[in-house]
């Protein structure tokens, strides 16, 4: 327990070492301001990590969860915006927005479980498929545009401020908390580690391997509908696009984590430092006056860098 | 009441008989050897003995009650278990979180992990099994980790445990520390039911023994009645002996440069002729892995060298000592030995590109040739060259191991465990590929826990933490060989 608590904290080093880097680059980074800025901006992206971090840990992935992140908003505008300016059906009222989009996570969670846990097909190709079927999907009720003149519900998370913090950052924090003590305290969650230790093991041990990885997966995509939701509502809109080309990051956040790809192994706090860490960077890079052009080959840079930091910080192998 | 009943049991596979009407009884208490040689259907047994498949015909039941049906884990769980070859260990996990693994004592519905390691730590203790139950599992050593898998059955409340080969991976220590914990579990009212190749310890722990043959029953005896001979002769349905004598093999010319010679490796010095056989013996702190690791390049030496004839080897690499024309079977095959989804013909060409094409080009043709070749030449039971490993039973993969170490024409042949978990008939075709080699004039180093893999050597090297203490022409006693690895001398 003392070795994986340390394990936790790998990245507490380099995140302090990114703080002062930041700061000599500008000061304005250590301004509260600046710092709820960054925790905004990661909160509905770390709401994916969160997901990938406990389908990985069972020894599974998810690549569909950055199609989830703008489908499942997306359907929901769809379905009650009346139709006019944008896209959109105008069949159910708008206070079935969020019911909807939550839906259809749940829903997405559950064809992922219907063909990888139901019919043992390869978890990889089939959530591959999944990420282009989905986003087809959303282009083609969006007819490729931006859903926008959303319904207030659908704004309300995303902007809404409680106790001196955005919302979402307090969802974020909240939900990463719950999942910490989850992850570590009940039988569910000791059993993601089970089965992505060694599954036969597992199911030795009495544990319904099928159920529990039916469990995540629908888990996972509910997080990733209530990220997309965060999202649209501080944009007020949903783009065709929304969520296309996140889960790279949202694998690299994972892995610098201390998250391993192999599954059992790796906990919910270092994935949350993982995306912590991404951000702090890239936002250091912004303030550092970094060219918008360059930020593409910066952002995949970032990532082996951090790779390399966590490396060197935790002193252990990634898988 | 027996403490668990097969009767007249029948299990097939498509269109495999793999148990054809067998029947057993294990009386309460004892412990019962079951042996036969691999394929005989003692594994199918076990499965349907743990009730992890349902015999097509014939009744299983636990002290006279009727089995719970397969879908019933915790019923069978209560009833019997089985401590596999393959640990069930999650090494991720502690040892505590191993013990109580879905049945996590819960605080207001979170797991309380003091609780749980206090408990762990007494059910343990309980059972006489001193281990700290904090640590990853994967920290203990495997016979450690076999008697946590044991304490864990036995707080399921089964008193009936099957060990499936559980000796296969233990060096001599840790065998005799295993048996004197199953004869004190054996005390307190465990009954066992013990599965080994090596017949030696069928003698030195069991009651009783049941031999299968060909998926049929063919005797259960008290073992004090059947001699080794008996034994051997119902495994394998021919009278043999256990293993073929060495022979007369000629005195190996100890001049000019020796095949493989060793200088000062991490203090470690020593010769091995051309053709000659020699054996390394040690316990298991003796360092004897460790040494052979470093000889073959898996491990890198922090000082000393290693010649292959006049060609020094670079330390550390095994690419290097391949080329200078060392052959090598790995310690454990699942691991290090064999690719498990790739073709026997696959494996067994893996160290030899360059002999399957030109220019980095690998024919398919050639190679499945050249895997042909060694399924005859090592007597390899698989359907084709193309047949996946995974496929074969350990024996047969053993056998292209080894088939993959004599790809290259080896001058120098180290051997680690090469016969572990693998029974007598394989044993005698792996020995008898060694003696070919050595005949064929490579210098062969045996390195071994079991006696019967050092018997064909001209001499054995006993190594005591990691010096040299013995040596010894062929000919030796096992009291003489075990004390001088025990560090004793007799």
Redesign the interface.
């Known amino acids: 327990?003392?070795?994986a608590r340390l394990r936790d904290l790998a990245l507490i080093p380099a995140i302090i070492a990114i703080a002062v880097v930041g700061y000599l680059v500008n000061p304005v980074f250590l301004n509260s301001e600046n710092l709820i800025n960054v925790l905004q901006q990661q909160s509905e992206i770390s709401l994916l990590v969160l997901a990938q971090a406990l389908v990985l840990i069972a020894g599974r992935m998810d690549l569909s969860l950055e199609s989830t992140f703008g489908l499942a908003p997306g359907v929901a505008a769809w379905l009650v915006l009346a139709p006019g300016i944008t896209h959109g059906l105008g069949i159910l009222p708008p206070g079935l927005a969020i019911p909807v989009t939550l839906a259809a996570g749940v829903v997405i969670g559950l064809i992922n479980g219907l063909l990888i846990v139901r019919f043992q097909l390869n978890g990889f190709i089939v959530t591959l498929g999944m990420l282009i079927v989905l986003r087809g999907l959303l282009t083609g009720i969006s007819d490729g545009k931006t859903f926008f003149n959303l319904p207030e519900s659908m704004l309300y998370l995303g902007n809404a401020v409680w106790i001196g913090l955005p919302a979402s950052i307090w969802l974020s924090l909240i939900l990463f908390t719950a999942f910490i003590?989850i992850a570590?305290?009940?039988?569910f969650g000791?059993?993601l580690?089970?089965i992505g230790?060694?599954a036969?093991?597992?199911r030795?041990?009495?544990?319904r391997t099928d159920r529990v990885l039916w469990t995540v997966l629908i888990l996972a995509g509910l997080l990733a509908a209530l990220g997309g939701l965060l999202l649209t509502g501080r944009l007020a809109s949903v783009a065709a696009a929304q969520g296309q080309g996140a889960i790279f990051t949202v694998f690299a956040a994972a892995v610098i984590g201390g998250v391993s790809l192999n599954g059992?192994?790796g906990t919910i706090f270092g994935a949350f430092t993982g995306i912590l860490l991404l951000y702090l960077v890239q936002n250091v890079l912004t303030l550092g006056g970094v060219p918008a052009q360059w930020i593409g080959a910066l952002n995949g840079a970032i990532i082996l860098i951090a790779l390399m930091l966590a490396r060197v910080t935790s002193g252990r192998a990634q898988e | 009441m027996p403490a668990a009943a097969a009767e007249s049991v029948s299990k097939r596979f498509g269109v495999t008989v793999a148990l054809d009407q067998v029947s057993m009884q294990v009386v309460p208490g004892e412990i019962h050897a079951l042996v036969g040689r691999n394929g005989a259907g003692k594994s199918t047994l076990v499965s349907l003995l743990t009730g992890l498949q349902a015999p097509d015909a014939g009744t299983v039941s636990f002290d006279g009650v009727p089995a719970p049906p397969v879908a019933d884990r915790a019923g069978w769980r209560s009833r019997v278990a089985c401590v596999y070859q393959k640990s069930t260990v999650i090494g991720e996990l502690s040892v505590a979180e191993n013990v109580f693994l879905n049945r996590q004592p819960r605080r207001r519905g979170l797991i309380g992990w003091k609780a749980m390691r206090e408990q762990a730590q007494e059910l343990l203790a309980a059972w006489g099994v001193q281990v700290e139950v904090s640590q990853p599992a994967s920290a203990l050593p495997v016979e450690q980790r076999q008697l946590v898998e044991i304490a864990r059955a036995l707080s399921y409340g089964s008193r009936f445990i099957i060990l499936d080969e559980p000796t296969a991976q233990l060096d001599a220590d840790a065998i005799s520390g295993l048996f004197a914990k199953m004869a004190a579990l054996k005390s307190q009212g465990v009954t066992f039911l013990f599965i080994s190749h090596h017949l030696a310890e069928v003698y030195q722990i069991c009651d009783t023994v049941t031999v299968l043959r060909d998926a049929r029953h063919v005797l259960t005896a008290p073992v004090s009645d059947v001699s080794q001979a008996q034994l051997v002769a119902a495994m394998t349905g021919e009278a043999t002996s256990l293993l073929a004598p060495p022979g007369n093999r000629a005195r190996v010319e100890r001049s000019g440069v020796p095949a493989l010679k060793v200088v000062e490796l991490d203090g470690l010095s020593l010769e091995i002729a051309a053709g000659e056989i020699v054996g390394l013996a040690g316990s298991g702190s003796s360092g004897k892995m460790t040494a052979a690791e470093t000889i073959v390049g898996l491990r890198k030496a922090a000082s000393g060298t290693v010649y292959v004839g006049q060609r020094k080897l670079r330390p550390g690499s095994v690419p290097d000592a391949l080329s200078a024309g060392i052959g090598f079977v790995p310690q454990d095959r699942h691991r290090e030995g064999l690719v498990a989804g790739l073709s026997v013909a696959e494996n067994a060409t893996m160290t030899v590109p360059e002999k399957l094409g030109r220019a980095g080009f690998l024919s398919a043709k050639r190679r499945d040739q050249l895997g042909t070749e060694a399924i005859e030449a090592f007597d390899i039971k698989a359907s084709g060259p193309e047949q996946p490993v995974a496929d074969l039973s350990g024996g047969n993969q053993q056998k292209v191991v080894m088939a993959r170490a004599m790809a290259n024409d080896p001058s120098v042949l180290v051997l680690l465990q090469p016969t572990a978990g693998v029974d007598v008939r394989a044993k005698e075709t792996l020995l008898a590929a060694a003696t070919q080699a050595a005949a064929r004039g490579a210098g062969v180093l045996i390195v071994s826990d079991d006696l019967d893999d050092l018997r064909p050597a001209d001499r054995v090297i006993v190594l005591y933490k990691g010096t040299i203490v013995d040596e010894m022409p062929r000919g030796w006693h096992d009291h003489t060989l075990i004390a001088a690895m025990e560090g004793v001398t007799a």
């Open positions: 327990m003392k070795l003590v570590g305290y009940t039988r000791r059993s580690y089970a230790g060694n036969d093991a597992a030795a041990a009495g544990i059992g192994k």
